[in-house]
């Protein structure tokens, strides 16, 4: 009798990775940037101190950033996970850098049941500080299950 070959778990829906040589200049990545800026002109309104641009900057930025806390090291590979419930891969848009990653998740959520309600526009930024670094043309990402999983392979000296 023969048996049926093994069925091989499946990695999830792959993820398009932007690596760091591709993404110069990459919208989100713009966007991302302009609504730092404005939050940290807000911060400077709200406080009125000059000569506090970098620690303003640093501040909207983490309002605005999250960090990925999930991150695991495996011979030579860095992986991070995120829950992300609801997203797809359409909506997700990954850069990968040599010391970092961002992930930038939109998503369209209806307000609330009321059929008169339009639905609104999110945009998630999450962030992965690589604990070394990363080949940025080894990166790949994948969603299953509402996690997105993000691997890359740390860099070889003199690379």
């Known amino acids: 009798m023969a048996t049926a070959p093994a069925r091989r778990r499946s990695r999830g829906t792959p993820i398009t990775v932007l690596k760091e040589a591709e993404a110069r200049n990459h919208q989100f990545e713009r966007t991302l940037h302009a609504r730092i800026s404005e939050r940290a002109h807000q911060i400077f309104q709200r406080n009125g101190e000059h000569g506090r ?71 998630v930024y999450l962030k992965v500080r690589w604990p070394n670094e990363v080949d940025p043309s080894t990166a790949s990402a994948y969603l299953k299950d509402g996690v997105v999983t993000l691997s890359a392979k740390h860099s070889s000296p003199g690379n």
Do not use: M
Not at 60 to 87: F, H, P
Not at 98 to 120: F, N, Q, Y
């Open 53 to 123: 641009d970098l620690a303003n900057w640093l501040q909207a930025e983490s309002q605005l950033v999250s960090e990925i806390q999930d991150l695991t090291e495996s011979g030579a590979w860095s992986t991070a996970r995120v829950s992300l419930l609801n997203a797809v891969p359409e909506g997700i848009t990954v850069l990968v850098r040599r010391d970092a990653a961002l992930v930038c998740v939109e998503a369209w959520e209806i307000a609330d049941d009321s059929p008169d309600t339009d639905s609104l526009h999110r945009i």
